[in-house]
């Protein structure tokens, strides 16, 4: 499996178990519960599978900086959470954290 594609089902795993987490109610509602303990299993699977070839520096940064993203676009849309201008210029950066990572680091697996 090519490793970003692993990276990108790791990273989509993470946001829908996120997203449910607060669906999920202090995990007193069975069904958002289940998505969160089976969105979170692969997020971890599929990560591990990703570090087999990009570095665990990498790898976690692009994890957690798109997932903070997604996160916060799925809170937006589904949740109603608004976003100040701060927080939108906070995305901006980790967004271009990212590209700088996958576009000029040589610790990428290209």
Known sequence: MHPYL??????ISEVVATS???AADGFTRLIPSVVVVIGYALAF??????LKSIPVGIAYAIWSGL???L???VAYFVYGQSLDTPAL????????????LNLFSKSTAH
């Open 45 to 50: 699977l599929f990560l591990s599978i990703t």
């Open 6 to 11: 692993a990276l990108a089902i790791a990273i």
């Open 89 to 100: 210029i906070g995305i901006g950066l980790i967004l271009a954290g990212v590209v700088v």
């Open 67 to 69: 997932g903070v993203v």
């Open 71 to 73: 996160i916060s676009v």
């Open 20 to 22: 449910a987490l607060r």
